[in-house]
């Protein structure tokens, strides 16, 4: 299993970028593929975006195209998601998740979450 704790939430006005890191230990990172999901208040979790375990391979969802990149260096054990022009529709708890799902915009396909950082977006 890997372990993972999310890290750079904090509170943006709108147009503002902040840069969501994601640090896993226990197992080797680059036998997981990797995520990023959110959950707002009343929504369920959402797919954001996901990162293949070579990192050669991306998927977003279509909200966040063009504005969110995912990455992740393997040597440092680490996910990163970086968020540009930032709206107040993007505010919630962002999670990272590992594992090989089949599909990786279905939350159960993923074996390991971290805890979540908040993200607030003021408008």
């Known amino acids: 299993q890997v372990q993972l704790v999310e890290s750079g939430g904090g509170l943006v006005q709108a147009g503002g970028s902040l840069r969501l890191s994601c640090a896993a230990s226990?197992?080797?990172?680059?036998?997981?593929?990797a995520g990023w999901f959110r959950q707002a208040p009343g929504k369920e979790r959402e797919f954001v975006a996901a990162?293949?375990?070579?990192?050669?391979?991306?998927w977003y969802v279509d909200s966040v195209k063009g504005r969110f990149t995912i990455s992740r260096d393997n040597a440092k054990n680490t996910v990163h998601l970086q968020m540009n022009s930032l709206k107040p529709e993007d505010t919630a708890v962002y999670y990272c998740a590992a594992g090989n799902p089949v599909r990786i915009n279905l939350q159960g396909s993923y074996d390991s979450w971290g805890q979540g950082t908040q993200v607030t977006v003021s408008s």
């Open positions: 990162i293949s375990r070579s990192g050669v391979s991306t």
């Open positions: 226990g197992r080797s990172f680059s036998s997981y593929g």
